[in-house]
């Protein structure tokens, strides 16, 4: 019985861990909107793409439109796994705020 309520704990526990995601922070500077993603360069010059953007980010900045490129943003931002057409996961990254340091 021991052992049985132990399995059932560590397999709830993954799953509550699958599906929670920790929004991170990073200040990155916009590279442009290119191929359906929204491209940044973070402080160290790695590139950074992001496939989605929550709506009260976009109605905030809208990043398709270039006047933003090359402008500095702070930006929270979730990572989820999901399966593609071909039933492969992949990585998808979400924007959930941006904001312009003042």
Do not use: H
């Amino acid at each position: 019985m021991k052992s049985l309520l132990t399995v059932l704990f560590l397999t709830l526990t993954s799953l509550t861990s699958a599906y929670s995601q920790d929004a991170e922070k990073m200040d990155a500077t916009f590279v442009g909107y290119e191929d359906d993603m929204y491209v940044f360069t973070d402080n160290e010059g790695y590139r950074v793409e992001f496939s989605n953007i929550s709506k009260e980010a976009s109605q905030k900045y809208d990043l398709t439109d270039p006047m933003y490129v090359g402008k500095q943003f702070i930006l929270t931002f979730t990572v989820d796994t999901e399966m593609d057409e071909d039933d492969e996961e992949i990585q998808v990254s979400t924007i959930v705020t941006l904001m312009m340091p003042q």
